[in-house]
T-cell receptor, first 110, second 114 residues
């Protein structure tokens, strides 16, 4: 079975502060990990995926297989980063079927 | 970018009636579409995987006779909630994949059964 755990429901930081949204996963094979973001009144959209190893809007995430984690980080949070963030996992050969974590609501205060 | 459109965005129906939700990929062909359900302040729960031209694959605990899924073409999948009851009230979201490890999401449909 595959599972994604986001331990923090809410996370509040001040503008300019570093932010880290935690994500741990459970999967017996080699997973594909993603971060999705949902801004207020908008649809869910892909933020980044581990296989592309890219930085989007200043966010990065490194897959740590030893710790089974895929934490999302940004060194300097901006107010426009306030949103709901979901970590998701897709198992190899699962045809992109995603298992989502419960999400973390990030609020960046001025 | 790829666009997925759901219709309607909101629907209210009477208990006992059926309601159909459409999910369309507007600018790409989606061999696979997914249907999720999201309860208030909770995560997205996968209901079923819809493959064009074949029967949908339902997740454990999801009643296939209750939630009918049809994927008649590469750009359209429909979810029909049959004999709806108030407990079926929820936010239903579809996503579509064009085969490059990215899923594109619709805007969701808020179903309220009264």
């Amino acid at each position: 079975a595959q599972r994604v755990t986001q331990p923090e429901k809410l996370l509040s930081v001040f503008k300019g502060a570093p932010v880290e949204l935690k994500c741990n996963y459970s999967y017996s094979g080699s997973p594909e990990l993603f971060w999705y973001v949902q801004y207020s009144r908008q649809r869910l959209q892909l933020l980044l995926r581990h296989i592309s190893r890219e930085s989007i809007k200043g966010f990065t995430a490194d897959l740590n297989k030893g710790e089974t984690s895929f934490h999302l980080k940004k060194p300097f949070a901006q107010e426009e980063d306030s949103a709901m963030y979901y970590c998701a996992l897709s198992g190899m050969g699962s045809n992109y079927k995603l298992t989502f974590g419960k999400g973390t609501l990030l609020t960046v205060n001025p | 970018g790829a666009v997925v459109s759901q219709h309607p965005s909101r629907v209210i129906c009477k208990s006992g009636t059926s309601v159909k939700i459409e999910c369309r990929s507007l600018d790409f062909q989606a061999t696979t579409m997914f249907w999720y359900r999201q309860f208030p302040k909770q995560s997205l729960m996968l209901m079923a995987t819809s493959n064009e031209g074949s029967k949908a694959t339902y997740e454990q605990g999801v009643e296939k006779d209750k939630f009918l899924i049809n994927h008649a073409s590469l750009t359209l999948s429909t979810l029909t909630v049959t004999s709806a009851h108030p407990e079926d009230s929820s936010f239903y979201i579809c996503s579509a994949s064009k085969g490059d490890l990215e899923a594109f999401f619709g805007q969701g449909t808020r179903l309220t059964v009264v």
